[in-house]
């Protein structure tokens, strides 16, 4: 018989909708694999670039063998929106609905964070179809309020998600993370060790296989005959760019080497307003381009860079998209992120694991790598597609998911 899960995401999107994303690519593999898939979402978020067009309470589509159910929610402009508490207490009201709606009843119930109130909604539904309930956490709340956000544990906000959290991972029968060693942080709240299961985001063998070639418009703009550093994703404060400007302000002599920074981002017209204060010539920036065009873009580079700021959540681990993407180029990585025990480029021998927020550093390692032969380089970058292909395919992880939903 054919086993059902619903996978609760509040924050999910599609392609259409948004940037589609982990539970997209899972939903689409675990199909593949014969299961019934539902992931369910509010039809309304901030991350949403399109949000679907809802008539009623609720709206279904099909997607790629999987099923989209939209719950509708209240608006709210903006992500710090006192709004948002009221889209997240509907939403959990919302899951309700489903108990009528759809004709599929679950064998098991994914309830993924950060959004920790609809847990409790998850939990009903659980119960009233004796189905198997499994915690999800992609983004670790309370703490990352209380840590970045500067609120006291005793703030009755905070509070009742700390309830809630601590609650979920009693109740829960498992429970999944991307971050590695966030089980670190589960059992110092009450969590059984033998609950915890790693499924790290990943990357589409399909889609890198599909890679389109790059319009002549943004060739041109990529410096030749040059040993390219490339960044690709977000221009955002918390990439650390500022470093990278930096890096290249003191290696402005070696007329060798060039970065490229393609993509958009609040910090974007300030980073170039910062290259044309500093008179650089070797920093090029790139419009963003569709995903289907990133594996030629990062074929044209000679080492990848990724950095985050200091955060002391990433004790935890991380889990950003684009390394993996950068794994799969087959690319010497630069690795600027404090991730704790996490260390994947390191581990992998697929480049550099250097200290965050050090020009200095960083422009040693780029010296280091721009005088490594071919061959150390193009071992490098193998090592990394190797552990890509190995540990960070979707198709592999929805397996390793399926195994936590179902159990049998």
Not at 38 to 52: D, F, N
Not at 197 to 207: Q, T
Not at 233 to 238: D, E, K, Q, S
């Amino acid at each position: 018989m054919t086993k059902t899960v619903w996978i609760i995401n509040q924050y999910a999107s599609t392609p259409a909708t948004g940037m589609g994303g982990r539970h997209y690519y899972l939903a689409r593999e675990l199909a593949k694999l014969g299961y019934n898939v539902t992931v369910i979402a509010a039809g309304y978020h901030h991350l949403l670039r399109e949000p679907p067009s809802l008539n009623g309470d609720i709206k279904e589509e099909t997607l790629e063998g999987f099923q989209v159910v939209w719950l509708k929610v209240p608006k709210y402009d903006r992500a710090q929106s006192m709004w948002r508490i009221w889209n997240w207490w509907l939403f959990s009201r919302r899951l309700n609905i489903l108990k009528k709606a759809l004709s599929d009843k679950p064998d098991t119930i994914l309830y993924s964070s950060p959004g920790l109130l609809a847990f409790l909604g998850a939990r009903r539904l659980a119960r009233f179809f004796r189905a198997r309930l499994v915690f999800e956490v992609r983004d670790i709340w309370p703490l990352t309020l209380e840590e970045l956000g500067g609120y006291s544990k005793y703030h009755p906000g905070i509070a009742i998600m700390q309830w809630v959290e601590d609650t979920a991972y009693r109740d829960a029968e498992r429970v999944v993370s991307n971050l590695k060693n966030s089980f670190q942080h589960m059992i110092s709240r009450g969590m059984k060790p033998d609950k915890f299961s790693w499924v790290p985001n990943g990357f589409s063998l399909d889609e890198v296989k599909q890679s389109a070639l790059l319009p002549e418009q943004i060739s041109k703009n990529i410096p030749v005959n040059k040993f390219l550093v490339g960044y690709t994703g977000t221009l955002g404060v918390a990439n650390d760019l500022d470093t990278v400007i930096e890096a290249a302000s003191i290696l402005r002599e070696e007329d060798s080497i060039a970065f490229v920074l393609v993509g958009s981002g609040q910090e974007k017209s300030r980073l170039q307003d910062l290259v044309s204060q500093k008179e650089l010539t070797n920093v090029v920036f790139i419009d963003p381009i569709p995903k289907a065009q990133i594996q030629s873009v990062l074929s044209k580079f000679d080492a990848c860079y990724i950095g985050l700021t200091k955060d002391p959540l990433f004790r935890f681990g991380v889990s950003p998209n684009k390394l993996f993407d950068y794994l799969y180029s087959a690319k010497p990585i630069i690795y600027a992120i404090d991730s704790g025990e996490y260390r994947p480029v390191k581990d992998a021998g697929a480049g550099y694991e250097i200290e965050p927020h050090n020009p200095e550093v960083l422009a040693q390692t780029i010296m280091r790598l721009y005088l490594a032969s071919p061959e150390e380089r193009k071992l490098m970058g193998e090592s990394g597609r190797q552990e890509a292909l190995e540990n960070y395919e979707y198709q592999k992880l929805a397996r390793k998911l399926a195994e936590v939903l179902f159990d049998d």
